[in-house]
């Protein structure tokens, strides 16, 4: 006599999303990061490498060209060129942490991510914060230079400097990831970025003063976004320098709208705001991708 035995069917139970499955995969995401940055020492040389040369290599070479000091008086050119490294130093590793979404669709880590039960908007979250600190902490790097270029070491200023580059690098993230959101390969990525970042980072007052310029090219450095975050680090560092009047005048004029001058804090506003919008953006596109 047999006896027929009905198999026993296995039920698994899906979590329910919430706030807290959320919180736990920005930080899962973050941490990713971080882990992934750690990891890859060729990238650390090279996001590295790249500033100081531009610091050290071009700063000295066009300052070699103006006779020595600025127009003979005034901070040495190095010493001008500092916070617009620190910015390149960011924006670049910002750009790179915002790639990493291309990368893992094209490795299929992505899919695996959207398969789990929490909003597409906490992975995006993850990925800007963990680039923001990424990019952060390489820029603390050229920090640590600042005392090659005369500029002092004052904690008041690192962490001006830190609060400063993580706002930055936040909003240049979350516009990478804007861009990456429905880009396929890596490639057209970075040709997207390089077309779009590098005009951008040129007309921003990175490697000039912007005073004395022409009137279509004030009005173009003025209009453009990434002008609000070099300007806030030029000004935490020449805050620090002793400088007359006159020479702050010239080489850290600020920003102007017509007649009137644009407070540090306002440009740290519109830099946070903007990479809030940004991140509302993404998050909208990246819940119709695949």
Partial sequence: MTVETTPRIARVTVPRRGVRHDLRAVRVVLHREILRFLADRTRIITMTLQPILWLFVLGTGIGALMSGPLGSQGPDFRTFMFPGVISMS????????????????????????????????????????????????????????????????????????????????????????????????MQTFFGVVQMAVMPMLFLSGAVFPLSNLPSWLSVLTSLNPLTYAVDPLRQAVFSHLNLTPAESLMFNPGISWFDWQVPVGVQLGLISAAGLVLLLIAAIRFRRAD
Wanted: hydrophobic letters at 60%; charged letters at 10%; a positive charge.
């Fill in 90 to 185: 960011v924006i670049m590793t910002a750009m790179f942490s915002a790639g990493s979404i291309v990368w893992d669709r094209e490795f299929g880590f992505l899919r695996e991510m959207l398969v789990a039960p929490i909003s597409r908007t906490s992975i995006l979250i993850g990925k800007c914060l963990g680039g923001a600190l990424v990019a952060t902490l390489q820029g603390l790097v050229i920090v640590a230079l600042a005392g090659l270029v005369d500029v002092p070491y004052s904690p008041l200023l690192i962490l001006t400097l830190a609060a400063e580059m993580f706002l930055a690098a936040f909003t240049i993230t979350a516009f990478g990831v804007l861009v990456a959101v429905r880009i396929k390969n």
